[in-house]
């Protein structure tokens, strides 16, 4: 069932075949296969140990795959490129753990993302200042803190942390962006909030999100990736999923 379809390398964004990786002989990642298509949210679950964090660590560049094939936008191998170069063709990855500056105002939270972005052509884009405000207000007004603009980062509720970082992540301008767990740790209320929010960032932008939380991931509504011992072993809808049988057994059922 892990094969892609003829045709995925060119239509995807993302494009996994066949990606193994071992530490000291332990098959963490096993012939996973994946394929994320423009525009497409996908989430990823599945028990402790599945593989989640390995494969982000393989699409980012932190680990090398032994074997398989990695690919950004039909024709760029990931596997050649180390973090930072994949970083600059617009690969964004938020942690469970959020980190933003403390002791900056949340707005200077934004700017100094948006001035990290490395590409001479962001550097030359964001001269005026004017544009690069704009840019701020817009990122600020979608994850909602615009009102809060002037306060410390660290004073924050962690779910509000945690909207301020996928900001910052937004102001790299990725095609795609690797979200981990973003519901842990938030209030019934904020995970709600966070659905909503990756749903409107899922409008022009592809987006992987890893997270536990089954409520959350039916409110996202979108197709689920379940991974077990490295590799696929269901993906569809969540009530297809949900009622797989090896799912209950492996995941779900515990
Ligand atoms: N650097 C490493 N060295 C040795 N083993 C590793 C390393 N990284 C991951 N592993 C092992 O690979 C397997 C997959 O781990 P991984 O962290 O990718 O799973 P996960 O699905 O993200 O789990 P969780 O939901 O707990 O975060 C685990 O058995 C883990 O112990």
Same mark, same amino acid.
């Given at each position: 069932?892990?094969?892609? #379809?003829?045709?995925?390398?060119? @239509? @995807?964004?993302?494009?996994? %075949?066949? #990606?193994?990786? @071992?530490? &000291?002989?332990? *098959? ?22 599945? =593989? ?24 760029? %191998?990931?596997?050649?490129?180390? +973090? ?9 990855? *938020?942690?469970?753990?959020?980190? /933003?500056? &403390?002791?900056? $105002? ?13 590409? #001479? ?12 405000? *704009?840019?701020?207000? +817009?990122?600020? =007004?979608?994850?909602?803190?615009? &009102? ?5 980062? =660290?004073?924050? $509720?962690? !779910?509000? *942390? ?22 842990? !740790? ?22 992987? /999100? ?21 590799? /696929?072993?269901? +993906? !569809? ?12 057994? #492996?995941?779900?059922?515990?």
């Amino acid at each position: 069932m892990n094969a892609p #379809v003829p045709g995925a390398l060119t @239509s @995807s964004l993302l494009y996994l %075949d066949g #990606v193994s990786v @071992s530490f &000291d002989g332990f *098959k963490a990642i096993r012939g996973l296969s994946l394929t994320i298509a423009p525009g497409e949210m996908r989430a990823i679950i599945g028990p402790n140990g599945a =593989g989640k964090t390995t494969m982000m660590d393989i699409i980012t560049g932190k680990t090398k795959p032994d074997l398989g094939t990695v690919m950004f936008a039909g024709t760029v %191998d990931l596997t050649r490129l180390d +973090e930072a170069a994949i970083a600059n063709l617009g690969i964004g990855r *938020k942690f469970q753990k959020p980190t /933003v500056f &403390d002791f900056h $105002s949340i707005e200077d939270n934004i700017l100094l993302a948006l001035k990290s972005k490395r590409t #001479v052509g962001r550097t030359l884009f964001w001269k005026t200042e004017s544009a690069q405000q *704009k840019r701020i207000d +817009e990122i600020l =007004g979608i994850v909602k803190l615009a &009102d809060r603009r002037d306060r410390l980062a =660290g004073s924050l $509720s962690h !779910g509000q *942390k945690q909207w301020l970082e996928i900001g910052m992540l937004l102001a790299q301008d990725p095609k795609l962006l690797l979200v981990d767990e973003p519901a842990a !740790g938030m209030t019934d209320g904020e995970t709600a909030q966070t659905a909503v929010l990756l749903k409107e960032i899922a409008q022009d932008h592809s987006v992987i /999100v890893v997270e536990h939380d089954m409520g959350f991931i039916r409110e996202l509504g979108v197709k689920v990736t379940v991974l077990h011992e490295g590799s /696929v072993l269901a +993906e !569809g809808p969540l009530d297809q999923v949900s009622a797989n049988e090896r799912v209950v057994e #492996v995941y779900l059922g515990r």
